[in-house]
């Protein structure tokens, strides 16, 4: 059986100018973070955790077609602009594969 499927990647970098301690900058990020988790990205914080007014962020999502995941790396990257602080970088990247999984052997 042949898989079709394609993984969508989304890389930001944050800047807080406004924030002068980490819990003001975490506030930020969790609010991003469970706004991507309730579209259906895995979300990580990568990069130093210690900086108080940089962040890193990396988004993924899964879908079997590419304008699936066009159109939610469409969606997540307007999350990403935000009054709340500045967008340093965004890369976006679609990553596609296919997979020939063996058949099912019956019983």
Known sequence: MKIDYYLGIIRVEFFFRGCRTLKDRRG???????RLSNMGF???QVGPANLIQRAWLTAVFVSGSPAGVKRELDRAEKLMYNPG???VMLEKDIL?????LPDWEQI
């Open 96 to 100: 596609g594969d296919n997979e020939v």
């Open 85 to 87: 602080w500045e967008l």
């Open 28 to 34: 930020h990020l969790r609010s991003l973070k469970d």
């Open 42 to 44: 895995t979300v990580a």
